[in-house]
């Protein structure tokens, strides 16, 4: 502990720090090192006298062994109290010699020597070391010297001697405590205040950082917009100002950056008629307040617009609106990101009126087959032969299969088009798996295969479209069948289930689970190459194993299914083995989400 | 039914311009028992006969050129001298009343639960 108040008190110091800190016994011993050097000199030039040269010479002797033992303690790093005394002690033990030696009172100040390093000892056996040092060198010359006269009155300095040493000692103790305690709390401070310090600097070290990392991020967010020349990046402030206009922006209106920042609204590049409409719906004044009305409701918008450039052409454009905050956090105005839609949207009503052109192309032809030939075959008053009623059934039954391709072709330009809507009811899917079984059934008996029905009497009721709902049940089971050959088997199972938030699914209820209603169709069929899985439910994709085994088909039905799942909130997986057969599990929430 | 046996014949107008489709429905007017049909092939045509003739039923083709069956449809309704004109839209649309391709047999039933045919014997009133 002492060691480590010099240690501390030394570093203080500065320039010393290093050899006070590696030899603390060494310095300690320094002061009477240097009184005896001192005292040797007076003796030698004889202005102290000697009474007995082999004494003061031993005590000289003793005193420089001292201060080489307290540097060897120190060599040695050797701790504990031994380490620290010895020494002292030493000093005591030459200093008696000397005093013995020389008979002359003055010697006796070189008790100042070790008294000086005991008070930097812990109190009280430095004032012990001190008091017994003391009466051991004023005992020691009367001791050696029985006969000779004893320059001062022993008794009274036996008492006096040792009890001002003891107290000087205490007192330089205290001292030299307080002394060490105020470094200490100096040091203390000063560490603290260069902690300060360097914290202070590695602050201004990250601002600098941070603020050229800003600036190079603002110029890489300058950049970026700048490189965009096909989607306008319009920034306005919360009144519509404009403030980032960017080429992709100059190019859709027509306008240069210089012309339009600071000067000009968004709302004049918004045609008014669009935007007092849209104003009607929101219940907002029309200009800027309609025109982020549902963002300022939903936090962003993304809708069609229609933009009109500075030479008055208008454009269909998407425009993801945002809030821009400030970097206090403040609304500080709005985003404007635009796509020109306008060829695309064209090409979409191209496409819508194409699937209805179709639907009324393809179907009208076939109402009329369908209608002449139901004419025909229900005539009662001119009967047909058997042949031509079968021949007849082969039209119909071809007229059919048309009119389905067509409807699923249509269904899937609906769903494609976004434009394909379900009528949701209450739907019994247990009635709806039992009418697929049904469906199938002639055409599995005639192809050889049998169809296992698992499904429970109480109806599982989901919320959906029955008729779609029908249609992706057909799908599963007639392509089960299609795909399996004769002597197969088609098992359909409908059980309640519980879909569990990772996506997995369990068949006990379950804390935090959704129930559903899970319908697998598992056939004996030819299977599917596993490295085709993933492409399963692309439009007109075919397994290789159907073009192979040449199963009529042309890969709709299956997009068709997982529409009309997806829709429904569900999902339809697949599990398949080449040569062993393919099990489809459909997955509907029992509950509308 | 016996309602059915006093009640005035049966007038129908028919909207379409594709000539098949035109004869297959009117054969099923004829079917479901109506004593006279009307045969038109555009929405003006159909208005005008509407207007000229009262029919009971007007069935119309959802796509006819010169107004679509949903156009001659509102002109009907908003129209108090033809407003009671039953009506039965044919569309191959999504949105169909009667979609396409329909069963005669279905189309039949329709007419003649439109009609007020319903109770009487078929082809009697013809």
Redesign the interface.
């Known amino acids: 502990m002492t060691t480590a108040v010099l240690g501390r008190s030394a570093a203080a110091r500065g320039s010393r720090r290093g050899l006070i800190q590696a030899s603390p016994s060494l310095v300690r011993a320094l002061p009477t090192t240097a009184l005896l050097a001192a005292t040797a000199v007076l003796l030698t030039v004889d202005v102290l006298p000697v009474a007995d040269g082999e004494l003061v010479g031993a005590g000289l002797a003793l005193g420089f062994l001292a201060t080489g033992v307290a540097r060897l303690v120190d060599r040695t790093s050797a701790t504990g109290e031994g380490a620290l005394v010895v020494p002292v002690l030493a000093q005591f033990g030459a200093i008696a010699l000397i005093s013995a030696g020389s008979l002359a009172p003055s010697v006796l100040f070189l008790l100042l020597g070790p008294v000086l390093s005991l008070t930097l000892t812990p109190r009280r056996r430095g004032v012990v070391v001190a008091v017994l040092g003391t009466a051991a060198v004023l005992l020691l010359p009367g001791l050696l010297h029985s006969d000779a006269v004893v320059p001062f009155d022993l008794p009274l300095a036996l008492f006096l001697g040792p009890l001002s040493v003891g107290l000087v000692t205490l007192a330089g103790q205290d001292a030299a405590r307080r002394s060490s305690s105020q470094t200490a709390e100096l040091e203390v401070l000063r560490r603290e205040r260069s902690a300060l310090e360097a914290q202070v600097r590695s602050r201004a070290d990250e601002l600098d950082v941070a603020t050229r990392m800003l600036a190079a991020r603002a110029q890489t967010m300058t950049s970026v917009i700048d490189a965009v020349t096909e989607q306008s990046i319009i920034g306005t402030d919360t009144d519509g100002v404009i403030r980032v206009w960017n080429p992709g922006a100059e190019k859709m209106l027509g306008l240069p950056r210089a012309d339009v920042v600071r000067t000009r609204s968004i709302v004049e590049f918004h045609d008014p008629a669009e935007l007092g409409t849209a104003a009607e719906e929101a219940g907002t004044p029309t200009g800027m307040a309609a025109l982020v009305a549902a963002a300022q409701e939903n936090g962003s918008d993304v809708r069609d617009w229609t933009y009109v450039g500075s030479d008055g052409r208008q454009r269909t454009v998407s425009v993801a609106i945002t809030p821009r905050a400030d970097d206090q956090g403040a609304h500080a105005g709005w985003n404007f990101v635009g796509t020109d839609m306008t060829e695309v949207r064209a090409t979409e009503r191209m496409k819508d009126q194409f699937v209805?052109l179709i639907?009324?192309e393809l179907?009208?032809?076939?109402?009329?087959?369908?209608?002449?030939l139901?004419?025909v075959l229900?005539d009662e008053e001119q009967t047909l032969t058997e042949e031509q009623r079968a021949f007849l059934g082969t039209v119909e039954r071809n007229a059919h299969r048309l009119?389905r391709l067509v409807g699923d072709l249509?269904f899937t330009a609906?769903v494609e088009a976004g434009?394909f809507t379900l009528q949701p009811e209450d739907v019994d899917l247990a009635g709806v798996v039992r009418a697929a079984e049904e469906t199938a059934r002639v055409g599995a008996a005639a192809g050889g295969v049998l169809i296992d029905l698992d499904v429970p009497e109480d109806g599982l009721v989901v919320p959906g479209d029955a008729v779609r709902l029908g249609q992706a049940c057909d799908n599963l089971v007639s392509n089960a069948v299609k795909f399996t050959p004769s002597g197969g088997k088609v098992t359909l199972a409908l059980r309640p289930a519980w879909w569990l938030p990772d996506g997995s699914v369990v068949d006990a209820e379950h804390a935090g689970a959704e129930p559903v209603v899970q319908l697998t169709v598992s056939d004996t069929g030819v299977g599917i190459p596993a490295g085709e899985q993933g492409k399963l439910f692309t439009r007109f994709f075919r397994a290789s194993t159907a073009q192979r085994n040449a199963v009529p088909g042309v890969g709709l039905g299956l997009t068709i299914t997982k529409a009309i799942t997806t829709a429904h909130g569900g999902t339809l997986d697949v599990h398949s083995v080449e040569g062993e057969g393919t099990t489809f599990t459909l997955t509907l929430p029992t509950t509308t989400s | 039914m016996d309602d059915g046996s006093v009640a005035a014949p049966v007038r129908v107008l028919v909207a379409d311009d594709?000539d098949?489709?035109r004869g297959?429905v009117c054969?099923?007017v004829r079917q479901a028992g109506a004593a006279q049909v009307t045969a038109v092939a555009d929405g003006t045509a159909a208005l005008d006969a509407a207007r000229l003739h009262l029919p009971d039923l007007a069935v119309l083709d959802a796509?006819i050129p010169g107004g679509t069956g949903l156009e001659v449809c509102s002109a009907l309704r908003a129209d108090p001298a033809t407003a009671g004109i039953a009506i039965l839209l044919l569309s191959?649309?999504?949105d169909a009343y009667l979609a396409?391709?329909?069963?005669?047999?279905g189309l039949v039933a329709q007419i003649r639960s439109l009609t007020g045919l319903e109770g009487r014997a078929v082809g009697q009133s013809a």
């Open positions: 209805s639907s009324h179907r009208t032809p076939l109402s009329s087959i369908l209608g002449y139901e004419l229900d009119q249509l609906q434009r | 594709e098949d489709i297959l054969l099923a796509s191959a649309g999504a396409k391709p329909f069963s005669v047999a």
